[in-house]
């Protein structure tokens, strides 16, 4: 059987451990994602998914034990080289979509692109592409901030796959969205599945982990997975 | 549109030709400067007054380095300074003057040093 | 599906950064060009002032070797007063003296023109013949002047121009309130512009001319100038003309050198204090700059940081910003101040070094610049400013991405 693009080992992580407000948002996670599949991390609110998907997306380290991805234990690699393995092959759209709301889409979709040096003809290139594939050509060179809830999300996705990536990550990605742009959302996601991308949602909104493309349901309460 | 860094280079490549010209203005006017200075020379062999002629406002300003430390309060002690010429200045150095009282036989010209 | 790499050259990679500093420069644009302003206005005053007294003290000392050995003059009461012929006497008896010249000179003031001209007396025959001619512009006065030799003068440019307004530029009134006619004198000459930062406001005239014009009596001089062939024994012949007259006061060509070099000691002057305001206001940026970042400036960061940023980028992006800035103030506040300087003669600023006197010399200083000068600005504005913005940008990187973004 191939590698999964995703293991995950006992990962537990503890907040101000020792101390007397000692947190652990997630205890001894264990799971495995395989290429190509769409899973959903699903659970209440203060489960400790986000935490265990920004362990994933080396957002944050865990405190004992490791995270594979791609064949590399993301887990114990020093900043520098964690950074590198995420710039290189994890897109992760925030649950705050985290965009700089002042630059133009354009500018925010080829951030993560600037410290790799590849030259701005290819940059543009790449996000022009991408902006023709979710719809945004005509929104080019607005300000992010002029922009509707749903076309921020869309910039959001562009800019955590500009990289080339093959593993999407994506924190409550329809928190801030109705239900037509729910529906709009999974219709790309979908489309996404179906060229081979591996996709990771943490999500407690029915209508994404009922939905039809989704491989597997991952559910997760205090900290722990239940199933 | 051209990149932000390239614009940054043509900034500092017109700052660079501005500090060229200001170089080469240097030099040039520092080239001119030697029959000055022989002009200035001689003027001060001939006539031998100290100090530049910027300052006409007061005696003490004119010819400041021949005046002493009570020079400045020439009409009282508390006369006002001629501002601003006279502010810019600092006082005539006299740390060097000979104590006149002094008893005892001269010093020999090596011990001064 | 592609797989990208470090692909990008080094060279690519410090490009896409500074292409990123300068983009977030500008959108920052009010603040930035405030502090850009700021920067250029500090840097140009302090290049200003170095340039101003730099030339002028070089000025200064351009003719210092032709300086009196030694000045001596008379003072009685705290003041300086005429000098007579016997110390002349006594003092040439002095060994290793050479010679000792007596000087008439003393100011003249005018209060028509409110301007106060510098008289000296001397044998006038000695610029009229020999190398000394090329320093001043014969008129054509000389016959007027040849008729009553003792009252011909040669007058500096300064002087020249005042006396045009009041139409004698040819031949001027000296009166004096105790006087009962007014004496005029031929004016034969000017001294040529090259020289006006020494001679504008000079009035050189016949020694018998200038002893009318100063009162003085047969026997009295102003001071006197003693000449030293051997500049190792001009401290020792000072001090023995002391202590054999304690009512004489003595200048040595030293004492006036050390005098020149802390005469434009801009440190204790005016405009120290005047620049005061714009120092605070430096610090207050630069202060600013150090104790943080404002909320939109930490998200970003974070953002930055969460979607791949090591956190040297991150702190090349701040160094940049810094770094171009001051490199832009400072390269662009020396050339203006050098052009300020240098080819607009520092208007605005001479009237604080020339004072309030009514002749003033026009002010084609000589370029003078210190590579020193050059290098320590750049030390004291460009380093730390650079540096030190890099410090919040740092204390913001090294914090955990989440935490910044949950917070702001």
Redesign the interface.
Known sequence: MEDPILKTVNVTKIYNQGKQNEVVPVRNASLTVEEGTAVVLQGPSGSGKTTLLSMIGCQIKPTYGEIVVKGKQVSKLPEKFANLHKREHIGFVFQQFHLISDLSVLDNIILPLLPSGIPPGERKCRAEELLEEFELMPRKQFKVKDLSGGEQQRVAICRSLINGCSLLLADEPTAHLDGQLTIEFLKYMTHLKEKGYTILIASHDPAVFKNGMVDRIIEMNSGEIVS | MMRYSSKLGIALLILMLLALVAVVDYHRQRAEYADIIWMRQALQKAVGLTDLSITTAARYLRHYSLGDLTTPFQDYPASLDHFPAGFVYTPPDVSDVPKPIKFGPLPTPNEGK | ????????????????????S??SM??RRTKNSLILVMYVLLIFVVSSVFFITGS?TV??F??V????DI?V?K?IG???VVIQESYFQAIREIPGVEAV?P?I?G?FYLEELQ????I?G?DLT??EEG??Q??VDWGPALKKGEERPEFRMII?E?VSRLLKAIQMEDSFLFFQPNWDTAIPFGIIGT??S?????????M?MQTEGARRVLELKEGEYT?L?VHVPNP??T??I???I??YY?EL????R???E?????????K????LSSMLVVIFAFLVLIWDKASGLSPAEKK?I???K??????E?ILSVKFWESF?ISL?AS??GV?LS??YI??LHAPGLK?????????F?SFDL??H?DLKFLLLIVTVTVIPYSTIAIFPAWKAAIT???FI?RNN
């Open positions: 599906m592609e797989t990208p790499t470090q692909s990008g050259s080094w060279l690519e990679r410090q490009r896409s950064i500074i292409d990123y300068l983009q500008f959108r002028l000025e200064l351009s003719t070797d032709e300086l009196p000045t003059q003072l705290g003041r300086q010249e000087r000179w100011y301007a106060n001209f510098t000296f001397m000695m610029l190398e000394y090329r320093i500096g300064g001294f040529k090259e020289t006006q930062l020494q001679s504008n406001d000079l050189v001071d100038v190792e024994e401290k020792m000072a001090l023995k002391r202590r304690p006061r003595t200048v040595t030293a004492q006036i050390s005098t020149y070099t802390s005469a434009f000691n801009w204790a002057g005016f405009v970003e974070g953002i930055l969460a979607i791949g940023w090591d956190t980028m171009i832009l390269i662009f050339i050098y052009f240098y080819w009237e604080i070094f020339i004072g309030w006197s009514t002749i010399p000589v370029p610049i955990d991405t989440d973004l």
